[in-house]
């Protein structure tokens, strides 16, 4: 889906490096989300955000750290990266996710060596 | 806090015969029940959803099932295709304005030619 893109696509960087993902969209959603992926666990939250003054934790937020500087704008961040955060990283957006369909991003494939 | 539970993590079937995954949840307040299926390479997407209200929902060769006693639900393809083959998740989230929505860990369904 066009409407919610990811920068960059792929990264490799070495342990201890900072890192920032970021999401931008233009459906106009207020809810935002990171998601990790890691083969046979799913899709597991890190942060979401349900506005621009609202930042909450998920299931797996240790190491991570997020910046909602608009509407349509989420950042995650990785202040010192560590091996075990390589995955696939997606950022969604939804109106509601109590009824409503959750819209992702093309993720962001990152390697920390 | 919700927690879903997904079967089988991988499943192949021949190509024009039916596949069945199962998932089960926690949260007696789930009310919503989507399903994304994710190909090789490419963002999930829903292809089906269901809520607490209705038993069942069809969509061509796609079907989900609910049972809110048992507390799970199911996702049926009938005559599958080449072209479904892909990751399989299914999610649960209760109704709530601060409610988030929680994956299973995903079905990788091969079909078999």
């Known amino acids: 889906d066009a409407d919610v893109t990811q920068t960059p696509r792929n990264r490799i960087t070495k342990t201890g490096k900072r890192i920032m993902l970021e999401c931008s969209q233009t459906?106009?959603?207020?809810?935002m989300y990171w998601y990790r992926q890691d083969p046979g666990l799913g899709l597991r939250l890190i942060y979401y955000s349900f506005d621009v003054k609202d930042i909450n934790k998920g299931e797996i937020s240790d190491g991570y750290s997020v910046s909602r500087q608009a509407q349509a704008k989420f950042s995650l961040s990785l202040e010192s990266a560590i091996p075990n955060q390589t995955a696939l990283y997606f950022c969604?957006?939804?109106?509601?996710?109590?009824?409503?369909?959750?819209?992702f991003g093309p993720g962001t494939r990152l390697t920390v060596l | 806090g919700e927690n879903v539970e997904q079967h089988p993590s991988t499943l192949s079937v021949q190509e024009g015969d039916s596949a069945v995954i199962k998932c089960t949840y926690s949260?007696?307040?789930?009310?919503?029940f989507p399903w994304y299926k994710q190909e090789l390479g490419k963002r999930p997407q829903l292809i089906i959803d269901i809520r607490s209200n209705v038993g069942e929902k069809k969509d061509q060769r796609i079907a989900v099932t609910l049972n809110k006693t048992a507390k799970h639900f199911s996702l049926h393809i009938t005559e599958t295709q080449p072209e479904d083959s892909a990751v399989y998740f299914c999610a649960a989230t209760p109704y709530s304005s601060a409610s988030k929505i929680i994956f299973g860990s995903g079905t990788r369904l091969s079909i078999r030619p």
């Open positions: 949260d007696s307040a789930s009310n919503y």
């Open positions: 459906k106009g959603h207020d809810r």
């Open positions: 969604a957006t939804s109106r509601d996710p109590g009824t409503d369909t959750q819209y």
